[in-house]
């Protein structure tokens, strides 16, 4: 399959067409950015890194019933999707408090959850991602009702699958965000990416981040990071 146009340049992607309008192409890039792009650096081989990551991740949820975008890895960076209209929420589950849910409450890092949550965030950047919730949701017609319960019991579903398989090769998923797109026949399917970009990892024993943190907060062993945990879930066991 060829890339025809270029459909969209993100922060961490760009989509082409292909000759099949059903499909698209997602390239992946060592551009990372934080704080709504506020920070810019570079990953260096990020980019391969999160194809591969994402696409054995697609495969182990999609093996376990749950539909995604995932169709073929072209090469170490592309691979080939499903093209869906992106339901323009964030979904984030989380598994032990962090980030902003710590700042928000005021509470500290690493306290582990009974239960995970969910929350939403509005996909729109000029905004900055505002919290939303699924009444808003609702509100603003970005989903259905129908939708909104099959996207929570998606990703409770997601969350165990994905932390049983890294809790395997000794990672902590912290927390996590996924989006959720159309296809043409209105059937509801997973979309865009799962990494260290997009996850907090932890190691199981040290705690130590293995993740985009390192990035946003300037902690150094940046790339170490993303390699460990590539090493790990495409690799030996811990
Ligand atoms: P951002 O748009 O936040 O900068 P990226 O750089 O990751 O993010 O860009 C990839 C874009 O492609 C995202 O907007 C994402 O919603 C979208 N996307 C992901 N999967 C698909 C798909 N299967 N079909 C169409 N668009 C997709
Ligand atoms: N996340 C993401 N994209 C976003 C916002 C959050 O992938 O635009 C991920 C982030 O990597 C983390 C989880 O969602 O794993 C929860 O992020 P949080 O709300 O704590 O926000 P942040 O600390 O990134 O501002």
Known sequence: ME????LYEGKAKKVYATSDESLCIVSYKDDATAFNGEKKGTILGKGV??????NRLMKLLSE???????VEELNERETLVKKVSIIP???????????SFAKRYGVEEGIVFKSPTIEFSLKNDSLGDPLINEYHALALGLASEQEIRKIKEYSFKINDILKAFMLEHGIELVDFKLEFGRLPDGTMVLADE??????????????????????????????DAYNEVMRRLLGEKA
Not at 89 to 99: D, Q
Not at 200 to 213: M, S
Request: overall charge positive; charged content about 35%; proline content about 3%.
């Open 64 to 70: 376990n019933g749950i539909p995604t975008h995932y």
């Open 3 to 6: 890339k025809t146009a270029e």
């Open 49 to 54: 890194i999160n194809n591969r990551l994402t």
């Open 194 to 223: 799962i990494s260290p970009d997009t996850c907090r990892l932890w190691d199981v024993k040290t705690h130590e981040k293995l993740d985009k943190d390192r990035f946003r907060r300037d902690l150094g062993g940046v790339e």
């Open 89 to 99: 929420l964030e979904v984030i589950i989380r598994n032990i408090s962090a980030g």
